[in-house]
């Protein structure tokens, strides 16, 4: 059987005026390089929780997987995250480490990153899934997405913790958390957080930056890119996601000139973490 360095390899690149921080996961016993696979979070999470599906890729590919500003181990600035700026910190990333024509993973956020270089810059993807990508027709308004009341409940969320046992058994309770599997739960709460000086722990994504994520969410216009999307795409979703996210992961997969839809069953849009 093949072994997977563990843990993967840690590294920095600097894009756009930031330093993004990156793992690589890969065969220990690889005789030569293996074809690479990209693989982008969600908003609020990390690079870290690709842990399990970058392991099982890892027997057939050099997988790669970067904080996105404001996430993990990258920079955070205090502003500037309209979503043009995932797409241009992704074409930096993928051109500081000489990446082109290569598959891309992206989940919700990250999938809409993915989808509009794809539309918009021919030669970075060679084929796309696409798991429940944020990518939103023009006939919807933030009341619709819910983007305002999910900005409203990031800047309330609770950011620090005296333990990060009492974090994960707080996460187990919460919706969004409810059907991932505990060594996800544990995973993100041990690379998701940073020990303060007074010891206790706080979240690496701040509310604050999340909640200009989602009031942002809707600054890139990938809906109307997606015809120009030339390379296969995956689009995928949960069986159990809402009416919205269901409405326009079928709408996007219909748009993109070769692609299709997958639906897994019982899941919903946090999907990466109870694979």
Not at 217 to 237: E, I
């Amino acid at each position: 059987m093949s072994q997977i360095e563990t843990p993967p390899k840690k590294a920095f690149v600097e894009t756009n005026g930031l330093r993004l921080h990156y793992l690589t996961w890969r065969r220990e016993d690889a005789r030569e390089t293996l074809p690479p696979v990209l693989l982008l979070h969600a908003t609020g999470f990390l690079a870290r929780l690709w842990q399990p599906i970058a392991e099982a890729l890892a027997s057939e590919y050099t997988v790669y997987a970067f904080d996105s500003r404001g996430h993990g181990d990258s920079d955070k600035p205090p502003a500037d995250y309209h979503w043009q700026r995932f797409v241009e910190d992704l074409a930096g990333f993928m051109d500081a480490l000489s990446l082109r024509d290569i598959p891309i993973v992206g989940h919700s956020a990250g999938g809409a990153a993915a989808a509009y270089l794809a539309g918009t810059h021919a030669g970075y993807a060679s084929r796309l899934v696409l798991i429940e990508p944020i990518i939103r027709p023009p006939v919807y308004d933030s009341e619709q997405d819910g983007r305002a009341s999910m900005a409203a409940a990031a800047r309330k969320r609770r950011m620090v913790w005296d333990r990060r046992e009492e974090m994960v058994a707080a996460y187990r309770k919460r919706p969004t958390f409810e059907r991932w599997r505990d060594d996800m739960l544990r995973l993100y709460a041990e690379f998701g957080t940073f020990q303060r000086e007074d010891g206790r722990i706080a979240m690496k994504c701040p509310g604050e930056i999340e909640a200009q994520i989602f009031e942002q969410s809707a600054s890139l216009n990938t809906w109307d890119v997606l015809s120009n999307v030339t390379c296969p795409a995956l689009v995928m979703r949960g069986a159990l996601t809402d009416q919205f996210l269901a409405t326009i992961c079928a709408a996007a997969a219909q748009r993109i000139p070769n692609g299709r839809l997958h639906v897994r069953r019982l899941r919903d849009h946090a999907l990466p973490g109870d694979c």
